[in-house]
């Protein structure tokens, strides 16, 4: 029963968020418990629908002292209009450190993303099994 609990949660987490006409999609964090590391990275896919630009004003979590949106090469992540803006690992992405506790495959990550025209949403991200592809 709880593992098809836990199959059922990923599945409706996996699923988009909206906040106005930005869509979340795909978003997933790294795994920290086998490398004792107390940060981890979000990666995900942002789609702005509207006929303006938006832009990723911040990002916070109530599992870790600090949340920040990683912009590579300075500035903001900007969201075209009608276009999609992917964060990963190696770009623009969202910075998790000092967290509460490990994270393992299978857990969630609440998050709180805010943009400039867009608002606030709240997501659950799950936490990748690195081993799976």
């Given at each position: 029963?709880?593992?098809?609990?836990?199959?059922?949660?990923?599945?409706?987490?996996?699923?988009?968020?909206?906040?106005?006409?930005?869509?979340?999609?795909?978003?997933?964090?790294?795994?920290?418990?086998?490398?004792?590391?107390?940060?981890?990275?979000?990666?995900?896919?942002?789609?702005?629908?509207?006929?303006h630009?938006?832009?990723?004003?911040?990002?916070?979590?109530?599992?870790?002292?600090?949340?920040?949106?990683?912009?590579?090469?300075?500035?903001?992540?900007?969201?075209?209009?009608?276009?999609?803006?992917?964060?990963?690992?190696?770009?623009?992405?969202?910075?998790v450190?000092?967290?509460?506790?490990?994270?393992?495959?299978?857990?969630?990550?609440?998050?709180?993303?805010?943009?400039e025209?867009?608002?606030?949403?709240?997501?659950?991200?799950?936490?990748?099994d690195?081993?799976?592809?």
């Amino acid at each position: 029963m709880k593992k098809t609990l836990g199959f059922l949660g990923a599945v409706l987490f996996a699923l988009p968020a909206f906040a106005g006409d930005v869509q979340v999609e795909a978003a997933y964090a790294y795994p920290t418990a086998a490398t004792g590391e107390n940060s981890t990275i979000i990666s995900m896919t942002l789609k702005n629908s509207a006929k303006h630009k938006d832009r990723l004003v911040s990002a916070k979590s109530p599992i870790a002292d600090h949340t920040e949106v990683f912009v590579k090469n300075a500035g903001n992540i900007e969201l075209a209009a009608g276009k999609r803006t992917v964060l990963t690992p190696q770009t623009n992405h969202i910075a998790v450190s000092g967290l509460k506790k490990p994270l393992t495959a299978g857990a969630m990550v609440p998050l709180v993303l805010t943009f400039e025209k867009a608002g606030e949403v709240s997501i659950e991200v799950p936490v990748k099994d690195m081993g799976a592809r």
